[in-house]
């Protein structure tokens, strides 16, 4: 018995001109309005897919499109999807890529099939079913796309709130604010071990008034970027040690007391101004109230 | 004061080139009486328990000839690798680069002779 789904095949087979024809007026028809050279390169990607759809359907005609026999369509589909939503088209104009196309696809099947209902019946629905996985893989593939660009900045936006900031020449502080997950705190303990080489900088103070909870992996981090900044030749300060937190890594067993601590930034940048040799000195003000020098 | 020696290490080190550094190294230590080492690793990006060890070793070696070492251009993979690893580095003074290291090694060496005579720094 002849398969069924091998008479999408056969469609293909002879009109393939005029449905990439049809395909490329409905496409003008309903989606937005492009420019020659946009025009010119859709067009040339649509030809391509038929053409990659004609040869999957002849080599697996029984509608499942997840072997490797449907390779081609699919890594063309994901490629153009990725693409679209890279691009700013929204799901609908990428999915409608797709579903523009059944309309042409019944047209050839009802030319072809025309004299019997319940063949050509048969084969519009196959091709339904075609097409919707089609066009389902296509969404799917343009949600990915934009799901990675969320979390690609997600990561830089965690890269920007922990900047290392040059407080004297010879001094850097960074502060931290928020949560510190594992993730992060090796971003950060990159970021100052570099900035220290970068700088030569011999102090370098972190500041954690902006981390609500301090964990013993929190805690386990922050020490070894200590042990790091020390090992290259830099002295490294924790600051902003809240009362909470204080009590919190006395009760977790940490051992900090081969580090100095600081309750404030101001105290820690005291200390490491004085280790350097540094001395500040305030100067009397002449007048009373009127001029502060 | 004495000489200084700078010793830069570029390549990978394996058992036998090592031997041959610390055979060099003690040699010249005492050819050219010198007081202090620099060890520049900054051109290495990988270090192991064997380097940290050869470090170590030099660093004692160097000490029973009377000269002081310090250990410079740690890059920052090496110094979270050696402290992943837990790789006792204890008694080996660093310094960022070539510079903080002898300013590093004139304290080292000042340090040290307070211990035993007294040397006057010219």
């Known amino acids: 018995m002849p ?39 859709t067009n040339r990607l649509s030809r391509e897919f038929v053409r990659s759809l004609r040869a999957a359907l002849e080599r697996n005609g029984s509608g499942d499109i997840s072997g490797s026999d449907w390779a081609p369509v699919r890594d063309l589909l994901a490629d153009f999807s990725s693409q679209r939503a890279k691009d700013g088209y929204s799901p609908r104009e990428t999915a409608g890529f797709i579903f523009s196309l059944k309309q042409p696809v019944f047209s050839a099947l009802r030319a072809e099939l025309g004299s019997d209902p319940s063949a050509l019946a048969d084969e519009i629905w196959l091709a339904t079913l075609l097409l919707d996985e089609l066009g389902l893989m296509t969404t799917e593939a343009y949600q990915k796309t934009r799901e990675d660009v969320i979390l690609r900045q997600q990561k830089e936006l965690l890269e920007l709130s922990t900047p290392v900031v040059r407080l004297w020449e010879n001094i850097l502080a960074l502060p931290l604010i928020g949560t510190l997950d594992s993730a992060r705190t090796q971003v950060v303990m990159q970021n100052l071990l570099e900035a220290i080489v970068q700088t030569r900088s011999d102090f370098a103070i972190i500041d954690i008034t902006g981390v609500p909870v301090v964990d013993t992996l929190v805690a386990q981090h922050l020490l070894k970027t200590v042990a790091a900044a020390r090992l290259m030749g830099a002295d490294c300060l924790i600051s902003g040690i809240r009362p909470q937190i204080a009590q919190t890594i006395i009760h977790l067993g940490v051992d900090l007391s081969a580090v100095t601590t600081k309750a404030t930034l101001a105290d820690a940048f005291d200390l490491a101004l004085r280790r350097s040799g540094h001395k500040v000195v305030r100067e009397a003000s002449v007048a009373s109230g009127l001029t502060v020098r | 004061m004495g000489e200084f020696l700078l010793v830069t290490i570029q390549v990978d080190m394996h058992d036998r080139l090592a031997m041959t550094l610390q055979d060099d190294l003690t040699a010249q230590i005492v050819k050219y009486r010198a007081h202090g080492v620099l060890i520049d690793i900054s051109a290495l990006e990988i270090v192991d328990s064997f380097i940290g060890r050869m470090l170590a070793s030099i660093a004692s070696m160097a000490r029973l000839l009377d000269a002081e070492t310090v250990v410079v251009g740690m890059q920052p993979a090496v110094a979270i690798t050696l402290v992943e690893l837990g790789l006792p580095m204890q008694g080996i003074r660093t310094a960022l680069d070539v510079e903080k290291g002898m300013t590093a090694l004139r304290s080292a060496i000042l340090e040290a002779g307070r211990d035993g005579y007294s040397r006057s720094i010219g």
Do not use: M, P, Y
């Open chain 1, 3 to 41: 398969s069924a789904k091998n008479r999408l095949s056969q469609t293909f087979d002879k009109r393939e001109h005029e449905i990439v024809t049809q395909w490329l007026e409905q496409q003008q028809a309903t989606g937005r309005k492009l420019n020659a050279a946009e025009r010119e390169q």
